[in-house]
C-alpha cells in the first residue's frame, strides 16, 4: 500500500507488478497445480518469470524498486504474462523507464478559455463542465450545477469530483452504485499519478484521500487503472429521481489537460424527460442552484 506521505510515483511499477501477479489465478494462465502450498494468492514470482522468460532476481529488483530501467521487449513479456488490458498495459509503460527522462509537463492548466466557457453557457440542454487530468471542476453551467451539485457554493479546493465522491456524504448518495462509480475514480486518477508523478496538487489529493477514506486506501493500492472510455452513470437526484445518463469526454485541443464532459440521455428515453424537467426547472428565479458558471 501507498504510504501517503509518499508521492504515488515512488513505486509505482513495482507495486502494480504484485498487485497484478497477486490478482492472476495460476490456472487462468495454463501453470498446472505442483502441490505447494500457495502463502499468497496469484503467480509466484517465479511463475512470472518463467512466463516472461526472464530471471526471478530481476522480477524481485522490478518489485522492490531497485531498477525501474526496462526494455520494450520486456515489457511486452511482461504485459502478456500477466494478461493485461489495453489501459493496464499503457501504465505500465507509463510508470517503467523505457525512454530517457522527458521534462516535466506543466501543471494542469485552471484557465478555461472564454470562448469554452461561452460555449458552456450555451449548452442549455446538456448538463456540461470542464475539468482538469484531476478531475478539478473549473468551469460548468446551469445544467451540471442542478444535476451534480452547486459548484459554486463550494471552496475552490473543493471542487474536486474524485473528492467529492469519497468525501461529501449528499454528492456521494447520488451514485446509484456508488462503488462502481468510485472505484472508476480511483483507477482513473491512478492512471494520471503514473502519467504525472511530480503533480504536487495530485499527490496531496491522494494523500488526503487515503489517510480520510479506508475505501479508497483499500483500491489505491489495487492498483487498476483506467483510460478515457465511454460511461453510463445512473444518479438518484431528489428531484427528478433515478436517471441514466451518457457521459461524453472530449479533450481540449487549446488545453491539454482539460477535457470538456457533457451528461446526455438516449433520445425519448425516461431519463431524456427526466432531464429536460431538471433543466427547466432549475432556470426558474426562484431555483436552488446558483444561477452561474464561473472560473476562480
Known amino acids: 500500500m501507498d504510504n501517503p506521505g509518499n508521492p504515488p510515483g515512488g513505486n509505482d511499477l513495482g507495486e502494480f507488478l504484485r498487485a497484478r501477479r497477486a490478482a492472476l489465478d495460476p490456472h487462468r494462465v495454463g501453470l498446472p497445480d505442483d502441490g505447494r502450498l500457495r502463502r499468497v494468492p496469484g503467480l509466484r514470482r517465479e511463475e512470472l ?8 532476481d530481476y522480477v524481485v529488483r522490478l518489485e522492490q524498486g531497485r531498477t525501474r530501467r526496462v526494455s520494450r521487449p520486456v515489457l511486452d513479456a511482461l504485459a502478456d504474462a500477466l494478461q493485461l488490458a ?3 498495459r499503457a501504465y505500465l509503460f507509463t510508470v517503467a523507464d523505457v525512454t ?3 521534462p516535466a509537463r506543466q501543471p494542469a492548466g485552471q484557465q478555461v478559455d472564454p470562448q469554452l466557457q461561452q460555449l458552456l453557457d450555451g449548452m442549455h440542454d446538456i448538463p456540461a463542465m470542464v475539468l482538469n487530468r484531476r478531475m ?24 474536486n469530483l474524485i ?3 469519497f468525501l461529501d456524504d449528499t454528492y456521494r448518495s447520488l451514485y446509484a452504485d456508488w462503488p462502481r462509480a468510485a472505484r472508476e475514480c ?14 504536487r496538487a495530485l499527490t496531496a489529493l491522494v494523500g488526503e484521500l487515503t489517510v480520510r477514506d479506508p475505501d ?9 487503472v483506467r483510460g478515457p472510455r465511454q460511461l453510463t452513470k445512473t444518479y438518484r437526484h431528489p428531484v427528478i429521481g433515478t436517471v441514466t445518463l451518457d457521459v461524453q469526454q472530449f479533450r481540449v485541443d487549446t488545453q491539454p489537460d ?14 431524456q424527460e427526466s432531464l429536460r424537467f431538471l433543466l427547466q426547472w432549475s432556470a426558474q428565479p426562484d431555483d436552488h442552484t446558483t444561477d452561474r458558471s464561473r472560473r476562480d
Open 49 to 56: 518469470a518463467q512466463l516472461a522468460h526472464v530471471s526471478i
Open 86 to 88: 489495453p489501459d493496464e
Open 163 to 165: 473528492r467529492l465522491t
Open 216 to 224: 479508497f486506501r483499500t483500491w489505491w493500492a489495487s492498483h487498476q
Open 186 to 199: 480511483v483507477a482513473v486518477l491512478r492512471m494520471e499519478a503514473g502519467r504525472n508523478p511530480d503533480d
Open 258 to 271: 482539460q477535457q470538456l464532459v457533457a451528461y446526455t440521455a438516449p433520445p425519448d428515453s425516461p431519463s
Open 100 to 102: 530517457q527522462s522527458t
Open 136 to 159: 478539478d471542476v473549473l468551469a460548468w453551467n446551469r445544467g451540471a450545477a442542478a444535476l451534480l451539485t452547486d459548484f459554486a457554493a463550494l471552496p475552490v479546493s473543493e471542487r
